[in-house]
């Protein structure tokens, strides 16, 4: 008995966890400067130096063995930083996109629908990416693949912009 009701809390746990993830970030948005003013800046170029196994490689064989997981430890916390503003500013852009769906222009519509979707894979991959990061935290010598985030933010940012010249085109045509 005790065992189902662990089971049901488990359940009901992981469900909330999906929920909140994919719901994005709880701030309402109404056009582009509501975005702008919410996204974090994300320094693209230091997370990818934070993820780079040939860095890991580098720095493995340039250290000893302590000071390469105190090293180690230290980037890889400031890496778990860079994802989680990635995973809140998805969560920004999926709100940006629920919004942008409203819209009475079909193409800003489309563009919204398009936009949201990719957030949200976008906002997973970064929170699955964050949990494998903080078993690298705990463990250093275990490597963290956080590449493929890196790809669909990029393909989310073009989505955003291209949103944003839709929404500012719109917004000057009335």
């Avoid at 992981?14 to 582009?32: C, E, F, K, T």
């Avoid at 979707?117 to 078993?135: C, D, E, G, Q, Y």
Wanted: hydrophobic share 50%.
């Amino acid at each position: 008995m005790i065992f189902l009701i662990g089971i049901v809390l488990a359940s009901i746990g992981s469900l909330l966890i999906v929920w909140w993830a994919v719901r994005g970030n709880i701030q309402p948005v109404q056009d582009v400067e509501d975005v702008c003013k919410l996204l974090r800046p994300i320094d693209l170029q230091s997370f990818q130096n934070l993820i780079d196994p040939a860095e890991d490689m580098f720095l493995r064989r340039r250290l000893t063995g302590k000071a390469f997981r105190t090293v180690q430890r230290a980037r890889r916390v400031a890496a778990a930083e860079y994802l989680w503003r990635l995973a809140q500013n998805a969560g920004i852009l999926v709100r940006a996109g629920q919004c942008a769906r409203m819209a009475s222009n079909a193409q800003v519509a489309s563009a919204g629908r398009n936009l949201a979707s990719v957030a949200v894979m976008t906002r997973v991959l970064a929170l699955l990416a964050l949990a494998r990061l903080s078993i690298g935290i705990a463990f250093p010598q275990t490597t963290a693949r956080c590449k493929p985030i890196l790809e669909q933010y990029g393909a989310m940012t073009t989505m955003y912009m291209r949103l944003g010249i839709l929404w500012r085109s719109q917004r000057a045509a009335t």
